[in-house]
């Protein structure tokens, strides 16, 4: 069995030990039954990543991890180019800097609740969802540019969002080294107008109150109290970052042979971290990722007419926004020595602890906020990384719930209808394009969030700060 040898390293961490071809030991980060239900395609692909060039140890698996492309979805894992390391788009996948931002209001539950269904039909109706919705936007060739090397900072200055929102996003709202040349015309042309979508799968729009406030301290700091109302926004780079890493994939196993790599799974496209294919992927995965915060911060502009269409007056401020599908350059030390490393998380996220140099000035002494999305209808919630997931994990944590079946399994099990029924009678208002999507996003079909947060919280990945509950949803 892939997960053969696994052992116990303490409490919520496991070991899976050098075999075959790995170069490092992998490490899977969950309850003792989380861990049981994992598929063993998690751990056959954490000894394939654990096998590339370059590796440094640990390859890590967060409690929400479960069989992805090449990579399994909740994959942390480090490339040193000073020892022939790679960089794989493979390990980023095709929804390139797919993340969630969390604005905040100054309403409380009992204001929205009488207009919740009002709120819902207005979000529905000004934020385009499923799937190839367009948006109201259509890009000019110059204006494709210009976003895919600005990403959020182009989206404010043409008028979408605060200037105050950028201290609140990964990279200040866009990541340098962006290349519009290395994205495809292809690629760019599935973006043409869809801007400021959120696409369909599990990305989502929620309308959520506070439901606890687990660190007061915390939680005054980031201004969250109880029965606070805010936003999620989940969607990431759309048919344009798809595109991208499909063009790139090819590019990288067409040139494997020359590089002389062997990959134990072609899903695991690479090339050497000082390759031209690598550099040119580099560059069209930072643009891709500068889409992505482009688009959320769209979104986050049309949440903020539906809002103050129905609460003249009221205000929605950016808590943060974190992406969990990137691969960076970083600092880390390895040995006692500091090196630069290339760091792919595959649905995870970076949780930068209250002392890293790189942390926001927004959250020093806090710790950058980690923001865990929840399945459809149930919690979400807002952690703070700490110093210690330097050391467990290239300073990382898990990025959501996790699914627990597959969507075809979950189609199988749930009926939209009967999961919209069953959302209503909670109280939770849901607006979607197609009700079998709900069936694939529901509840049933994720992991148990609040099983993921305390096995991340018990490891010392990452400290819970508030718990959210969901008022409305909007789905594609």
């Given amino acids: 069995m892939a997960r053969q040898g696994l052992t116990r390293r303490d409490a919520f961490s496991w070991e899976l030990p050098r075999t075959g071809t790995m170069r490092v030991p992998a490490r899977v980060f969950g309850s003792p039954a989380a861990v049981a239900a994992m598929e063993d395609g998690v751990f056959a692909q954490l000894r394939n990543v654990a096998s590339l060039p370059g590796v440094v140890s640990p390859v890590t698996a967060m409690p929400d991890a479960h069989a992805g492309y090449g990579f399994p ?29 969390t604005l905040v209001s100054d309403l409380d539950k009992e204001d929205v609740e009488p207009l919740r ?51 609140r996003i990964e990279d200040g709202g866009r990541l340098a080294g962006a290349d519009p040349d290395a994205v495809s015309p292809r690629a760019k042309e599935r973006q043409r107008d869809a801007l400021g979508t959120l696409g369909s799968g599990n990305h989502y729009l929620e309308v959520q109150y506070v439901e606890e406030v687990r ?52 899903e695991l496209a690479c090339a050497p971290a000082d390759s031209d294919e690598t550099r040119r992927y580099l560059g069209a995965m930072r ?94 919630a807002i952690l703070t990384g700490t110093d210690a997931a330097e050391a467990l994990a290239f300073s990382s944590a898990c990025h959501g719930a996790g699914r627990a079946m597959s969507r075809k399994q979950a189609l199988k099990r749930f009926k939209g209808r009967d999961v919209l029924d069953s959302l209503a009678a909670r109280g939770i208002s849901v607006r979607a394009h197609d009700l079998r999507g709900l069936g694939e996003e529901a509840p049933g079909a994720y992991k148990d969030i609040e099983d993921v947060t305390a096995a991340v919280h018990a490891s010392g990945l990452a400290m819970p700060a508030a718990r959210l509950r969901p008022l409305a949803c909007i789905k594609g």
């Fill in 73 to 101: 979805i909740g994959c942390v894992a480090a490339f040193d180019p000073g020892e022939g390391g790679v960089v794989s788009a493979g390990g980023v996948g095709f929804d390139i800097a797919c993340g969630v931002r």
């Fill in 117 to 167: 269904e009002a709120l819902a039909d207005a979000l529905f109706a000004l934020v385009p969802a499923g799937l190839g919705a367009p948006g109201n936007l259509r890009l000019s060739a110059r204006d494709m540019d210009a976003m895919l090397a600005g990403g959020a900072v182009w989206a404010v200055e043409a008028g979408f969002g605060e200037k105050e929102d950028l201290a």
């Fill in 215 to 266: 660190d007061a301290r915390v939680a005054t700091a980031l201004g969250l109290r109880p029965g606070q109302v805010g936003v999620s926004v989940h969607c990431g780079s759309r048919g344009l970052g798809h595109q991208t890493a499909t063009d790139h994939m090819e590019a990288m196993l067409r040139a494997a042979s020359k590089h002389g790599l062997i990959l134990p799974d072609r």
């Fill in 287 to 380: 643009a891709a990722a500068n889409c992505a915060l482009a688009g959320r911060q769209v979104v986050t502009h049309l949440c903020r007419e539906a809002f103050a269409g129905l609460f003249p007056g009221s205000r929605l401020r950016l808590l943060y926004d974190v992406s969990h599908n990137l691969c960076r350059a970083e600092r880390h030390m390895v040995g006692g020595r500091e090196k630069t490393l290339f760091v792919h998380r595959k649905g995870a996220t970076r949780a930068l602890g209250p002392s890293h140099p790189d942390l926001p000035a927004a959250f020093a002494g806090l710790g950058q906020p980690v923001i865990v999305g929840g399945s459809m209808g149930t919690a979400s």
